[in-house]
T-cell receptor
Framework: EAQVTQNPRYLITVTGKKLTVTCSQNMNHEYMSWYRQDPGLGLRQIYYSMNVEVTDKGDVPEGYKVSRKEKRNFPLILESPSPNQTSLYFC???????????????FGNGTRLTVT | GQSLEQPSEVTAVEGAIVQINCTYQTSGFYGLSWYQQHDGGAPTFLSYNALDGLEETGRFSSFLSRSDSYGYLLLQELQMKDSASYFCAFHTGGFKTIFGAGTRLFVKA
């Protein structure tokens, strides 16, 4: 089944404790991206990757890191989480960077992160 | 700057037609998409407009006017399962996708 898999689904952590949220897709998509979703703010893009070893900042990259060593994986790293990073995070992938009928974004099921 | 505006909430009755509007501001524009998200779920793709005009996909249609920086999603024959949040999003030449804050649709019996 074609899918984007995120882990974990729920994560509670403390301020400053490094964490990684994994994202994997099995559709051979070139483009992958991370979003955070907060009430009233919609989905805001954190980082995106056009291909292996090619990443760039989205609109809210502060406090986050990403890597794209393999085409299928795009982990999100919080080196020193803070309470303002408490949010719902989504990973997404698409065939190409610009959405089209052939290239919509496919989203994972989300990771709800709480930082205390 | 780059932004999208859509109404925060819309309420309609089962069987009716509802239109969710989206206006945007951007310097680079490669198309407008619409996504649906049920509570607790992930966003799922509904429709995409690259050019002006209406695109129809079953009960859902989407319209774009590039000259007016405006689009809308039209949902016909509303069903209770259409109660969800709907997001418009535009795609820039810089590989970014910018989402609106979302419109929560309530469908009443």
């Amino acid at each position: 089944e074609a899918q984007v898999t995120q882990n974990p689904r729920y994560l509670i952590t403390v301020t400053g404790k490094k964490l990684t949220v994994t994202c994997s897709q099995n559709m051979n998509h070139e483009y992958m991206s991370w979003y955070r979703q907060d009430p009233g703010l919609g989905l805001r893009q954190i980082y995106y990757s056009m291909n292996v070893e090619v990443t760039d900042k989205g609109d809210v990259p502060e406090g986050y890191k990403v890597s794209r060593k393999e085409k299928r994986n795009f982990p999100l790293i919080l080196e020193s989480p803070s309470p303002n990073q408490t949010s719902l995070y989504f990973c997404a992938s698409s065939l190409a960077a610009a959405s089209s009928y052939n290239s919509p974004l496919h989203f994972g099921n989300g990771t709800r992160l709480t930082v205390t | 700057g780059q932004s999208l505006e859509q109404p925060s909430e819309v309420t309609a009755v089962e069987g009716a037609i509802v239109q969710i509007n989206c206006t945007y501001q951007t310097s680079g524009f490669y198309g407008l998409s619409w996504y649906q998200q049920h509570d607790g779920g992930a966003p799922t793709f509904l429709s995409y407009n690259a050019l002006d005009g209406l695109e129809e996909t079953g009960r859902f249609s989407s319209f774009l006017s590039r000259s007016d920086s405006y689009g809308y999603l039209l949902l016909q024959e509303l069903q209770m399962k259409d109660s969800a949040s709907y997001f418009c999003a535009f795609h820039t030449g810089g590989f970014k996708t910018i989402f609106g804050a979302g419109t929560r649709l309530f469908v009443k019996a």
